[in-house]
C-alpha cells in the first residue's frame, strides 16, 4: 500500500486525517452538518466529486472497507422493491446524487444542492485515475460482457499506463459467487467497481459484503462499457442540464421507456411528503 505523499496540501491533509481517525469515524468527522439529507423517502449526501475521492484515498490508507453508493429517480423505484438493495444503501458511507433533476428538488425541498454536487463515475473518473495511478491503487472491476473489461483496461492504460487492473466479466451464476469472491480477494483491490447494473449490483455487493477483502466498493453501473466503447455515454453538458435521460431515452427507447417515463410516478407520494415536511419546518421557524 503507498505512503501518502509528503507534501503538505490541503488534500493530503484530509487523506492523513482520514486515515488516522478511528475507522468507525474516518468521513463522519470530515463532513458537514448539513450533507446529508433526505429526498424522497431517501437519504443521500451533497458532496463533490472531490470529497468522494478524499474519502476513497482516506479508506485506502487505512485498508479499511465501505461502500460508495449513489441515487437516482431509478434507484429510488427500485429500493422500495428490493430488500437487498434497501440494506446496500443502509450499509453505504456516501450516497452520492447521481441526478439533475433530484439536486433541484432539494434545493426547492432543502433550500441547497448546487451543480457541483452532481456525483457519478462519469463526473469524477479523470479525478480518479489520475489518483489511482499516482498512490497506485489496486483497481478491480467486476461487470460487463465477456471481452469489455480487457478493452476498457487496454483503453485506461493508454492514457494511465502505470494503473494496476484487472477484472472479470458479469456473467456466472449465483453458486459461483464465492468462487469469484475469491479471485477477488487474491488480487487484493483497494477499490472495487461491479458494474451489474440497478438493482443486480447493489444486491450482489450486499449479499458478498463480509466475505469481500477490505477496500472501496462501488457500484458503478456501465462504467466499462463506457471506457470500452461499447456505450456512448451522454455529453456532460447535457448531464449538467438534467438531459442526460433524454440522450440515453433516444438512443434505446424500448429499454428505457419504463424507466424514464413511467418509473417517476412512483414517486408522487414521497414528493408530496417531502413538500409537508417542508411546511412544517417553515412553521416551526416562524
Avoid at 45 to 74: M, Q, S, T
Avoid at 110 to 121: L, P, S
Avoid at 263 to 268: A, D, F, G, I, K
Wanted: charged share 25%; aromatic share 10%; glycine share 6%.
Amino acid at each position: 500500500m503507498p505512503a501518502v505523499p509528503e507534501t503538505s496540501t490541503p488534500e493530503s491533509r484530509i487523506v492523513e486525517s482520514l486515515a488516522a481517525e478511528p475507522l468507525a469515524a474516518t468521513f463522519r468527522t470530515q463532513r458537514r452538518a448539513d450533507e446529508r439529507i433526505e429526498l424522497l423517502g431517501a437519504a443521500m449526501d451533497l458532496v463533490r466529486p472531490e470529497e468522494v475521492l478524499h474519502f476513497i484515498a482516506g479508506r485506502v490508507a487505512a485498508r479499511a472497507k465501505a461502500v460508495v453508493a449513489n441515487h437516482n429517480l431509478h434507484s429510488l423505484y427500485l429500493i422500495r422493491r428490493s430488500p437487498e438493495m434497501r440494506a446496500l444503501y443502509a450499509r453505504a458511507a456516501i450516497i452520492e446524487v447521481d441526478s439533475t433533476p433530484l439536486l433541484a428538488w432539494a434545493r426547492i425541498v432543502h433550500g441547497r444542492g448546487k451543480a457541483f454536487h452532481r456525483c457519478t463515475y462519469l463526473d469524477w473518473r479523470e479525478l480518479f485515475w489520475s489518483r489511482a495511478q499516482s498512490e497506485g491503487w489496486r483497481v478491480y472491476y467486476l461487470g460487463g460482457a465477456p471481452g469489455v473489461v480487457e478493452a476498457a483496461s487496454d483503453s485506461l492504460k493508454g492514457r494511465w499506463p502505470h494503473l494496476s487492473l484487472d477484472g472479470r466479466n458479469g456473467y456466472f451464476t449465483r453458486e459461483e459467487a464465492p468462487a469469484v469472491v475469491a479471485e477477488i480477494a487474491v488480487f487484493r483491490p483497494d477499490v472495487l467497481f461491479v458494474g451489474m447494473g440497478m438493482p443486480l449490483q447493489e444486491a450482489w455487493i450486499e449479499r458478498n459484503y463480509e466475505a469481500l477483502p477490505p477496500c472501496v466498493i462501488l457500484p458503478v453501473g456501465a462504467a466499462f462499457d463506457y471506457e470500452a466503447g461499447v456505450q456512448t455515454p451522454a455529453p456532460r453538458w447535457m448531464g449538467r442540464m438534467g438531459l442526460e435521460w433524454l440522450f440515453r431515452l433516444v438512443r434505446d427507447p424500448r429499454r428505457l421507456f419504463v424507466r424514464y417515463c413511467v418509473e417517476p410516478w412512483s414517486l408522487v407520494g414521497p414528493a408530496l411528503a417531502d413538500l409537508k415536511s417542508r411546511a412544517s419546518r417553515r412553521a416551526a421557524r416562524d
